[in-house]
């Protein structure tokens, strides 16, 4: 008679314990994994943007050197002679991203003004490190 309930026993537990173990187990992996591609494709998304207005930077330090000694005989920008050659330095960095309807997305970011904001950001922090060489 035990012999005819153990296989009825062992049916009734792993259905009541492993199947929801699995299945949770299951769940959490599937949690983990999504969440690890979202921190990589955010990484990668930075790393896009760092190079992105480091290269804009170089490339409108290198472009405009001399009209930046000419418009500086004294050795100083004027604010409007700054602004124009950061807005150069985030036209060049937007362009160098292509698409943005991706970076805004791994970015979390809802509008274009938003990224270029960031973008802004990141070419005054460019600008100080080169300033630093």
């Known amino acids: 008679m035990l012999q005819q309930l153990l296989p009825q026993v062992l049916d009734i ?22 969440e690890t591609t979202k921190a990589t494709k955010y990484g990668a998304a930075l790393a896009k943007v760092n190079e992105g207005t480091l290269v804009a930077v170089k490339a409108v330090e290198q472009e405009m050197r001399p ?22 330095a985030v036209e060049l960095s937007l362009l160098h991203f292509g698409d943005l309807k991706p970076l805004l997305k791994d970015l979390g970011y809802q509008t274009t003004e938003e990224l ?16 630093k060489w």
């Open 13 to 34: 537990v792993m259905v009541s314990i492993f199947l929801p173990l699995v299945t949770y187990l299951s769940a959490r992996i599937g949690i983990f994994i999504n």
């Open 67 to 88: 009209l930046i000694k000419a418009a500086a005989e004294d050795g100083v920008l004027t604010d409007e002679e700054k602004a124009k050659l950061k807005a150069k």
């Open 116 to 131: 270029k904001e960031f973008v802004r950001s990141k070419i005054e922090a460019s600008i100080h490190d080169m300033k």
